[in-house]
């Protein structure tokens, strides 16, 4: 505990250090700061929506157009996260956030590895400040979120995003809009503490660097360390994030930064929950149930940085960003599996092991300009955007051996041999620690490369009329080096390119039906690169997602509240299907066909932000329901109903609120056991089900301000410890959502 006092005190010292300047001088500072200079900042601001979000609303978005539209006039869903709402609600994780969202589903595989899915299908696209990058959010590789700390908002388009993406699935689009210097001197410290041992401190400082205010710095510092309710496992990150923005003209602004996070899970399970016993019956496991080892290990250090210059060129803005990103992963994992077979009801033996060493190095670049502005037509104006971007990630899985020491014993089947799991009712997480080697070069190098061209157009034929035209030329191409790891050992045995180019359309209307109403639809388009060949060993054309999206959006109570409903339907042309019974191709695979794949169609209701200015709220209701070619449910462990609800109220210097998140039952495949067994003594399976029925969560808040400047407060979730699974059937088990959790945390602002 001292090393987590020790570090909370260097955080706040840190914060309080910067605040030594006088007051005086920081008045001054500002009032340098003439109106000419804020008058450039705004209309920069205004047209490429750097700007701060206010309490639960943001003025504008650009993330699904490139264009600076609000909420109401852009043609798509889309939920914007605030800073003030993060703050309230104590969300610190991306899963947290994402959590509140409207129309998201969050499925943990195991303590470590996240799902995020929208509409059916996964989340792939993730922007930092509108420019592309990459999460694999759900298994090795650069698989590290990054601390919500350093952000002022977070954005989500929900569908298809091609004017923006071009690649993907038509599932959403997620933008990390980083935080920014302020031109008046700012400080703030957080201190968390709550279930499980969890220890946080933030500590975040900005403001001038010289008295004119032309260069403005801040710097985001955090450290969480937290135990767990599940067994062996504890969590450690610490998170820098500083930026120094610069007005190199009346015209011209620089802006350059860099952060980096470490995660540094230790025990983590790397396996779920099995479902059922040999016999068939069910488990009905705790909670805190881990077939790990106490020494399992999962490391990941990544590093950004990032240089954006914004111009203005008389009536347009131009803005050109460079973000290049390295990941360092290394794990070392160890877990009883239920995979393959399932444990004993009387003896809790039956899994078998499963264990890995891994280290991968992830380096990208990626690059995003674009110029925007009006242009003058038929007697109006019109809003124009042209850009370029482009994206090269490389991904270096590096060779390693593992040599177990386990002593345990082993069951050959067939030609597979496998190590026995103990007793899952007596394992403590001890075993010895296997041998591992980095022999020095990579088993697999992965390249992906997109450059991208695109433009829109925003016709105002009338007051009341806005048509957006646009579209996205995208060159897309991954190549694939396998290297020998046996007899000639670094040797380049394989490699495999696959490439595509297309043209992905964008169209949108809005027209104001009232002072406070709008109507809105719109069409937009993703593709997905295949690796397939057709039976003239052709590679098959990219799968396509359509999104064909309308509703209605209005503004309320003098426009401090947004409410959306839509409706939506999305399709997916050109799915690779195996031609079964065609002749094999030159290699000896067999060919495949381009057929009509998922379509998916539902409707949504969200609102955000404030019936009065004391009362917040934000929240929707999703109906989503997706179907394969043949008409059989796809995507089954994504809910029919999702509904979420948040809300905060202030009477003087107490803020009360909470939450409440509601989704209905999804299901899974997977073997089952019938209560059969073999003559080795294996059980007999049989495909079925498995479900989680629908479930309710209730979350809780309130906050005191003791003074201006210094509040506390307490957040709870899942105030009713309700036990659920937050993902079922995959690899044969299922992973329980988060028990009652508690934090109370305490707030200093200057």
Known sequence: MSNRNHLTALLVGSALTALATPAALAQSQADAVDAREKAKETRIDEILVVGRSEGYQTGETNTATKLPLTLRETPQSVTVITRQRIEDFNLITIQDVLDQTPGVSVQSYDSNRTRFQARGFSITNFQLDGVPSNFNVGASGNSVMPDTSIFERIEIVRGAAGLVTGTGDPSATINLVRKRPTRDLHANVNLTYGSWDYVRAEADVGGPVIASGKIRARAVAAYSYRDSYIDFQKDRSPSLYGVVEADISETTRLRAGFDYLRTDSQGGSWSAVPLFFSDGSRTDLPRSYSAAAKWNRWERDNKNAFVTLEQEIGRWVARAAYNHRWTDTESLLFAGSNSTFFPNRQTGLGLNVVNTYGISHTEEDSIDGYATGPVRLFGRDHEVVLGVNHYDRELENVATTLTPAYGLPTVRIGTTTYTLFPSIFTWDGDVPRPTTADRG???????????????????????????????????????????????????????????????????GVVLDLTSQISAF?????VFTVQTQRDVNNEQIAPLTGNNYEFGFKGEFFEKRL??????????????????????????????????????????????????????????????????NADGSRFSPDTPHHLAKLNTTYRVGPVTVGGGATWQSQIYRAMPIPTGAFLANGQPVTATGNVYQKSYVLLDLLARYDLSPNVSIGVNATNVLDKTYYRNVGFFNSGWYGTPRRVLGNLRWKY
């Open 521 to 525: 639809a719109s069409y937009a388009q």
């Open 441 to 507: 070069f990579n088993s697999s190098v992965d390249n992906m490369k997109q450059t991208s061209v695109y433009g829109a157009v925003r016709l105002n034929p009338t007051d009341g009329l806005k048509i957006i035209l646009g579209g996205r030329y995208t060159d897309a191409s991954t190549t694939t080096d396998t290297y020998n790891t046996s007899t000639n050992p670094g040797a380049l045995t394989r490699t495999v390119k696959v490439g595509d180019k297309k043209f992905s359309p964008y169209a």
């Open 562 to 627: 947004y409410a959306a409903l839509s409706g939506f339907h999305m399709k997916q042309d050109n799915v690779a299907q195996l031609l079964s019974g065609a002749p094999p191709l030159p290699d000896g695979s067999t060919p495949y066909q381009a057929v009509s794949g998922v379509k998916t169609w539902g409707a949504e209701l969200e609102i955000a932000g404030s019936i009065t200015p004391d009362w917040r709220i934000a929240g929707g209701y999703t109906y989503v329901h997706s179907e």
